[in-house]
């Protein structure tokens, strides 16, 4: 069972916070706090600072998402400074 009534939008993790949960910038500018999906964490994927991601966000609370999955970057990981390899 798929659900009808929500939104996959693109974009870019500007915060970490605590148990799992992320500022997300979206492309349109608003920032949604979002949780990783449970796909994602049984699968070991991490997320990072300035990773890009896709989020679904009900039409109910626009303010809160899920991190469904974790896009493809131009530049490899370990390009970026102070991030484990």
């Known amino acids: 069972m798929g659900q009808k009534h929500v939104f996959v939008l693109p974009g870019t993790v500007t915060h970490v916070l605590r148990d799992t949960r992320f500022h997300v910038t979206l492309t349109q500018g608003v920032t949604v706090t979002a949780t990783l999906s449970a ?19 009900s039409p109910y609370d626009l303010r809160r998402g899920r991190i469904i999955e974790r896009l493809p970057e131009a530049s490899p990981a370990a390009d970026r400074p102070g991030m484990p390899t």
Request: hydrophobic share 45%.
């Open 39 to 57: 796909k994602l964490r049984r699968r070991g994927i991490r997320v990072w600072l300035g990773d890009a991601v896709s989020v679904e966000v």
